[in-house]
């Protein structure tokens, strides 16, 4: 994991502290920005050309372990491009891996109400099966901006609260591989979460064991999750033994916020 998300408390810190200062900052209405997540209110038309829409055309990207490739799309649809990821489940490189798990990491997040992964489904390219993702453009990830990036001071709130939901969410499914090039930005400053190959493994230890802050509302839906509405959501994208380390990674949460709050007040540490 990279050095940079292991000490993103110490920059939410940064930006709670210095919303104070930026709420006594005047703020200009600023112009319409290009947005990355219009999935929103097109989710089921996009799930649908994704499964269905011929792929005319792939590139091979050189980034990421699990080698992804970008697939541009018939055209007429209401996306051009998806990344499309085929890791037949296994432990190719010593890490339990599965096209699946994205699939899954995508449903969770649709139960969270979340809205950080981007339409995910699985689909069969030149006989392979893999997962199929909604390709998000205008993005950059956090290598190519040199790190967590500093928002203006209009977005400051919003986008630390998204680093702390994002910890969560990371955490909850277990999110072995959040790296730089896994978390993007786009230019309304929201942040856009991808690649979980990796994750909804059976391991049941917590990918980042510091938080500084917890998003009260997330937290109440997480704390809603049960064995049947996760079995019912991710089946069969993944077993048992997964479903049950998902509650299990939710209880380690639960002591580490308890611990938290106990330490440092529940003002100081939980968000609402």
């Not at 010593?94 to 969270?112: F, M, N």
């Not at 942040?191 to 190959?197: A, K, Q, R, S």
Request: hydrophobic content about 40%.
């Amino acid at each position: 994991m990279s050095s940079a998300l292991r000490h993103l408390p110490a920059t939410v810190a940064l930006l709670f502290v210095a919303v104070c200062s930026y709420a006594q900052t005047p703020v200009e209405t600023p112009a319409a920005t290009p947005t990355a997540k219009n999935w929103m209110d097109r989710r089921a038309e996009i799930e649908a050309y994704l499964r269905s829409a011929p792929v005319i055309e792939i590139e091979e990207l050189k980034v990421g372990v699990t080698h992804p490739k970008r697939a541009r799309l018939a055209p007429g649809g209401p996306i051009e491009y998806m990344a499309w990821k085929y890791v037949p489940p296994g432990r190719p490189a010593g890490y339990q891996e599965s096209y699946k798990s994205e699939i899954a990491a995508y449903q969770i997040d649709r139960l969270l109400g979340l809205d950080m992964v981007p339409p995910t489904v699985e689909k069969r390219v030149k006989g392979e099966l893999g997962a199929a993702v909604m390709w998000c453009s205008p993005t950059k990830n956090f290598k190519e901006t040199g790190g967590v990036p500093l928002p203006p001071p209009s977005k400051a709130t919003f986008w630390a609260r998204q680093l702390v939901r994002a910890k969560m969410f990371d955490n909850l499914i277990g999110n072995l591989d959040p790296n730089l090039g896994n978390w993007l930005v786009d230019p309304s400053w929201n942040l856009v979460l991808i690649d979980h190959t990796r994750a909804l493994t059976p391991d049941k230890n917590l990918v980042h064991k510091t938080m500084d802050h917890m998003d009260a509302e997330l937290w109440d839906k997480m704390k809603a999750l049960t064995v049947e509405s996760l079995t019912a959501a991710l089946t069969p994208w993944v077993g048992k033994g997964e479903i049950k380390a998902i509650l299990a990674r939710r209880e380690k949460m639960q002591q580490q916020f308890d611990k938290l709050i106990a330490e440092k007040g529940e003002a100081a540490v939980v968000l609402r």
